[in-house]
């Protein structure tokens, strides 16, 4: 690791942090999607139908995103046409938001085109970004911190300055950081000895590798929070007696939890089994889903988003790695992209049917039924990871 912080490595290692804190000050924003859809008119039933749809177009463009970058042999330059698109967009939400509900069609054109790019500004970061680590000998859980760092201050920030400058306000601010990160990332030369390039297979091999197919099983669990939960975060805010502007605040502290447990596992747990990893994940998620339902007032609020940032930091941290020592080097963006994919695939469900069941259910009841599917699909994977075959499993460390 000490290695990795001097020279040419240490150049690699602050450029891989400037990018992580940019890229998810940037994704900050996206707190405020949902939220920004209700202040303007949309009731759950329409969050659910969108997030259906959104889901929908990501799972069908996230593969052909990946095959493009294979074919391209770069993840970066799809990746910042990607960024460059998710800032536009929302610097134009507020504008046509505005226009809502009496001419609606120029909103719901832009939230087709936030469905085609908002997925791959994720899976192609870290399709480019954890071979760059690899390459470099630097840990990425511990680079990823600061990608949480970044989310949780801009959060944070955003709590506050909605209070009196409306949502609209953190949506401009995508725009504002994904310029500069834009211009660093094309001048950014990463260092490290290059891998060499092996014999190219079919895409098809990928479908063939059952640990990854049971990878994609975590995939489900960690897609549960954005297909079940975050449309319908307002929903859970009013639940617990929370004004909708608090988000920030609430997403903010959980994303600085994930900073702190970043860390702590790349300190003095990063040879863990992976598969044991994200099957702690998993549990943490159903602790969140059940406070969430339990939740009256701000602080008990805070305690689940103290669980949402363990369970997240433990999945993005693992399930990248995890997925990335899975597959052929030639197949990494495809193989990010498919995991994404069974994400949209969930979230298709999820979204229609979430918004069907909080209306017949209501939402304690229905956070209840989310944290008996997040549970049950741990408990599998876990049946899974204590077979022999599974047992060796991998580490941390790559």
């Known amino acids: 690791m000490q290695t990795a912080q001097k020279g040419e490595g240490g ?29 303007i008119g949309f009731s759950g039933e329409q969050l659910g139908l969108w997030g259906s749809l959104v889901s929908l177009i990501g799972m069908v463009t996230l593969p052909v995103w990946g095959l493009m970058a294979d074919k391209m042999g770069s993840s970066k330059r799809l990746y910042l046409l990607a960024m460059a698109a998710f800032g536009c967009i929302y610097c134009l939400l507020p504008l046509l938001g505005g226009l809502y509900p009496a001419n609606p069609l120029p909103l719901y054109g832009l939230l087709l085109l936030y469905a085609t790019i908002v997925q791959p500004t994720h899976s192609l970061q870290d399709a480019w970004l ?16 600061f990608g949480s760092l970044g989310f949780g201050l801009l959060s944070i920030l955003y709590g506050f300055i909605t209070k009196w400058g409306g949502t609209a306000i953190a949506l401009y601010m995508a725009p504002l950081l994904v310029l500069p990160l834009a211009l660093f990332c ?11 390039k092996a014999a190219r297979q ?32 307002p929903f859970i805010l009013e639940h617990a007696g929370v004004a909708a502007d608090r988000f920030g605040w609430v997403s903010g502290y959980g994303a600085l939890v994930q900073v702190g447990v970043l860390y702590a596992f790349n300190r003095w747990f990063k040879n863990a089994p992976l ?12 602790a969140e889903n059940v406070l969430y339902a339990l939740a009256s007032n701000l602080p008990m609020m805070f305690c689940a988003a103290t669980l949402w940032g363990v369970a ?46 909080l209306g017949a259910l209501g939402i304690e009841r229905y956070l209840f039924c989310v944290a008996g ?22 580490r941390m460390a790559l």
């Open 11 to 39: 150049g690699t290692y602050r450029g891989l942090v400037l990018i992580q804190l940019l890229a998810f000050g940037s994704f900050a924003s996206m707190n405020y999607y949902s939220v920004f859809l209700r202040g």
């Open 202 to 233: 079919s895409p098809a091999v990928l479908l063939k590798n059952r640990r990854l197919l049971l990878a994609f099983l975590m995939t489900i669990v960690l897609g549960c929070y954005g297909a079940f939960i975050t449309p319908f975060y």
């Open 373 to 394: 599917f997040r549970l049950a699909l741990t408990l599998l994977f876990l049946l899974s990871a204590l077979t022999p075959r599974e047992r060796e499993g991998t």
């Open 312 to 357: 997240m930091a433990l999945n993005v941290s693992a399930l990248p790695l995890y997925v990335y020592s899975l597959v052929p080097r030639e197949h990494v963006s495809t193989a990010m992209s498919l995991n994404a994919s069974v994400v949209m695939g969930l979230s298709i469900a999820g979204n229609f049917s979430g918004g069907l069941l």
């Open 275 to 286: 598969q044991m990893v994200l099957v702690a994940a998993g549990l943490f998620g159903v």
């Open 130 to 145: 954890i071979p760059v680590s690899a390459a470099s000998n630097v840990p990425y859980p511990k680079v990823r911190a």
């Open 186 to 196: 094309l001048c950014f030369k990463a260092g490290g000895a290059q891998r060499p």
